[in-house]
């Protein structure tokens, strides 16, 4: 018997080397293109939890399979376990993603490619969010009437490199940082008028998504929580103002295509501007219908109480992908 636990031990050991020896590990982040499977194990597919990637979320991003990986190791905050594996194909690298790139202090990453300091600023579009999460108190609530029917959304401001995360947070408030937990997290203190805006432009402010954008991200923006929700609120007037949200107005229903996007962008902004856009989209569970979810944009450069988008997006370095090509524009709702 001693035997026989001796050679399973190092059976065991073995084994444990080999899967070890197999990842390469990465740092920076994955951000989801779509919402795709995050899986315990490659093989066996094994997903305790029924885990899956939010599109537009940005992930840490800790190991490849291999060096020409097939599947990213994630990691998924509230999952149990956290660490999971996801399919290349579902989604994109950014910021620092080099292999066996060493952390740097504070999870500051790489220098900017541009040089300046960078930003990936995301923006949703509810109802398409809603068909996916329909027990959210913020969609339950959602109205005809209402701001975001016909307006893109706040998802955040996300200073990068990806992996620029929880700057001095504490461990108990990394730890609520999960869906579940985001009312345990601190208040996020603004003036009247600020609170008024963001809870009509973030209607996530009903989970409490403002408290987790904070911590995750405004944390590490430099400055304080009135600045990086003004300053995020008055980018967000310029993109609601603008013939981007037209063409997403006017077309409730029907599809767009990411040129489409890119092109209103490239009108609205200046020309290059939609080379800095990538388009993420969301499958409808009930239909199977791919609809738009989510727009994210490369920004580059200091940003203030009244900066021009256009001037941050046309400073930032272009993305290589337009992202999901084609997408419904979905009505508010539930389909």
């Not at 050991?13 to 951000?31: P, T, Y």
């Not at 016909?150 to 929880?166: I, M, R, S, V």
């Not at 008024?196 to 944390?219: C, F």
């Amino acid at each position: 018997m001693r035997i026989a636990s001796v050679f399973g031990l190092a059976g065991l050991a073995a084994s444990l080397a080999g899967v070890a020896h197999a990842e390469v590990k990465m740092s920076g982040s994955f951000v989801a293109d779509a919402s795709c499977p995050a899986t315990q194990a490659i093989k066996n597919g094994k997903n305790p939890g029924n885990v899956s990637t939010d599109a537009g979320q940005s992930y840490q991003l800790l190991a490849g399979n291999k060096d020409v990986p097939t599947h990213y190791l994630i990691l998924v905050p509230g999952a149990d376990p956290e660490r999971r594996w996801v399919k290349v194909s579902c989604g994109h690298l950014s910021g620092a993603s080099a292999a066996a790139a060493p952390a740097a202090p504070d999870g500051q990453g790489k220098p900017a490619p541009s040089g300046k300091p960078e930003y990936v600023f995301a923006l949703s579009w509810q109802p398409a969010f809603c068909e996916t999460k329909s027990n959210k108190p913020e969609c339950r609530a959602q109205n005809p009437n209402e701001f975001d029917a016909t307006n893109f959304t706040l998802h955040g401001l996300w200073p990068q490199p990806n992996g620029n995360f929880y700057c001095q947070v504490s461990a108990g408030d990394k730890a609520n940082d999960n869906p579940a937990h985001w009312q345990d997290l601190p208040p996020v203190n603004l003036d009247a008028g600020t609170r008024a805006e963001l809870d009509k432009v973030m209607p996530g402010t009903a989970s409490k998504l403002e408290r987790h954008e904070w911590i995750k991200h405004g944390t590490c923006y430099g400055k304080g929580q009135q600045e990086y929700f003004s300053e995020a609120l008055n980018l967000m007037r310029q993109v609601n103002g603008s013939p981007v949200r037209d063409l997403f107005a006017k077309n409730i229903g029907a599809k767009l295509t990411a040129d489409q996007i890119r092109g209103a962008f490239d009108q609205a902004f200046g020309a290059g501007a939609g080379d800095r856009v990538r388009v993420s989209c969301l499958i409808d569970p009930s239909s199977g219908r791919r609809m738009i979810g989510e727009l994210t944009l490369g920004l580059a450069g200091p940003i203030g109480p009244n900066s021009a988008l256009k001037d941050l997006m046309l400073a930032s370095v272009p993305t290589n992908k337009a992202g999901c090509p084609v997408g419904v524009v979905d009505p508010i709702g539930f389909q």
